[in-house]
């Protein structure tokens, strides 16, 4: 393999170790067949049994997609693994797919937080007047985070570069080297200064938690619990692929050919750890709702619900539909 002054290089598109890309290939695989139905599933409960426009959970909604668009990817990327590439050969498909895995991440982790701030409104300045109340009853700001990605996301696409990989390596053309510097920056900021919002908002609402001394303890807890798995998933899934890319960014820089297949196969690995968010999320943020809940239950496990609730047939099923707004002022987490 050549680079572009003409030097001896890595070729980066095919594996190093088939047996770790297969490994990773199934947990893919395993990601998308656990995670797609329950991602439909959640979809349809959001559209048809507890229409989230009417319920303020226009930004929980747009995770759910957002999630569920980045899943649709898995397919071809444990595909490529299979077949021992990191990437496609196709330079429209790697872009396309760079494109899609960026903006729907991206999206999620925008939505996320704008979510955490939210909640934070909600619990520590609860009664006062803020703009995120607002916006949350609005889908213009859902609209608005979508559009704020295009241009962070564009040079995903605009820019052809080895493999969709090439950072680092073809020195003398300086408007690669912008593109891609732009694409890494973007990459980084949009992880670390959500990480640091998420931390700050959930310190506050677990302290404004703890100082409650009216309410049931035990809904206090699970909500101190909720809030704090939030930031530990989100650590677990994005945190260890940043890391690890700016590494890999290192040692491209270094020319340390010798070292970097094992850190790009490291790098790729927790990258797919990454995809394990699409399946956490609606366990975490749509489930903590107990109107959702409760919709979900009665349309798919109504047997189990009954049993918790011996009066659903007479109550339940009218507070799970157009009127479920009232559900949701149950839990902190979500409304207030």
């Not at 820089?253 to 850190?263: A, H």
Request: hydrophobic share 45%.
């Amino acid at each position: 393999m050549t680079n572009y002054n003409g030097s001896m290089n890595l070729d980066h598109c095919n594996t190093v170790n088939d047996l770790t890309y297969q490994v990773l290939s199934w947990l893919m695989v395993g990601v998308f067949v656990f995670g797609l139905p329950l991602n439909i599933s959640v979809l349809y409960i959001f559209l048809f049994r507890f229409k989230f426009w009417k319920t303020n959970s226009v930004f929980l909604f747009n995770i759910v997609v957002a999630d569920f668009l980045l899943m649709v990817c898995l397919p071809a990327k444990a595909y490529n693994y299979q077949n021992g590439l990191r990437r496609s050969k196709d330079r429209p498909l790697c872009q396309v797919m760079l494109f899609m895995l960026f903006i729907n991440r991206g999206a999620s982790i925008a939505f996320l937080t704008t979510l955490s701030i939210d909640r934070y409104f909600n619990v520590v300045h609860l009664g006062k007047r803020n703009c995120v109340k607002f916006l949350r009853k609005s889908p213009l700001i859902s609209l608005l985070i979508w559009l704020l990605l295009l241009p962070l996301t564009i040079p995903t696409m605009v820019n052809s570069f080895e493999c969709c990989n090439s950072y680092g390596r073809d020195v003398t053309d300086v408007s690669h080297n912008v593109t891609d510097t732009f694409r890494e920056l973007v990459f980084f900021t949009q992880i670390l200064i959500p990480f640091v919002i998420l931390v700050y908002c959930t310190v506050r609402i677990v302290q404004r938690l703890r100082k409650k001394t009216v309410g049931d303890k035990t809904k206090l807890r699970r909500a101190v619990f909720l809030v704090t798995s939030v930031v530990i998933v989100f650590s677990v899934c994005f945190l260890p692929c940043t890391f690890a890319r700016a590494v890999l960014l290192a040692i491209r820089l270094l020319d340390m050919q010798k070292v970097e297949p094992q850190v790009a196969q490291v790098y790729d690995g927790l990258m797919v750890l990454s995809y394990i968010d699409c399946l956490l999320d609606p366990l975490l943020y749509c489930f903590c709702c107990s109107g959702f809940r409760d919709a979900y239950m009665e349309a798919f496990c109504p047997a189990v619900l009954m049993r918790r609730m011996p009066s659903f047939g007479n109550s339940t099923r009218t507070t799970t539909t157009t009127n479920s707004v009232g559900r949701i002022v149950n839990v902190p987490l979500v409304q207030k």
